[in-house]
Nanobody, 128 residues
């Protein structure tokens, strides 16, 4: 199982970025992919998740309405489209995967402790 993130960079407030999480070594149908972020001095927090089995998506309140998570089956890649970016979105963004064939509570999906496989992270800086 390997996850590789890309797409981070410097963007002005109000701008947009699209992050990519390319998966290899496994198919996404039985996995949930989550996006997480960690700002300096803060704990890692869940941002969004995409459940492979049924396409269910979840978002943290801080990004709901601004970020969209979606999957490209042909490329075995999950994307995070980030719009209306704010300085407080500045962080290292990670994607992670967990095998997900069971019934889960909603709080499961944005908890980083539940994810077994992680990418290396990509830095997003929102600044003027």
């Amino acid at each position: 199982v390997q996850l590789v993130e890309s797409g981070g960079g410097l963007v002005q407030p109000g701008g947009s970025l699209r992050l990519s999480c390319a998966a290899s070594g496994f198919g996404l149908d039985y996995y949930t992919i989550g996006w997480f972020r960690q700002a300096p001095g803060k704990e890692r927090e869940g941002v969004a998740s995409f459940r492979g089995g049924d396409g269910t998506t979840r978002y943290s309140d801080s990004v709901k309405g601004r970020f969209t998570i979606y999957r490209d089956n042909a490329k075995n890649t999950v994307y995070l489209q980030m719009n209306s970016l704010k300085p407080e979105d500045t962080a290292i963004y990670y994607c992670a995967a967990v095998n997900d064939r069971s019934v889960r509570t909603p709080t499961f999906y944005l908890n980083p402790e539940n994810y077994a496989h992680w990418g290396q992270g990509t830095l997003v800086t929102v600044s003027s």
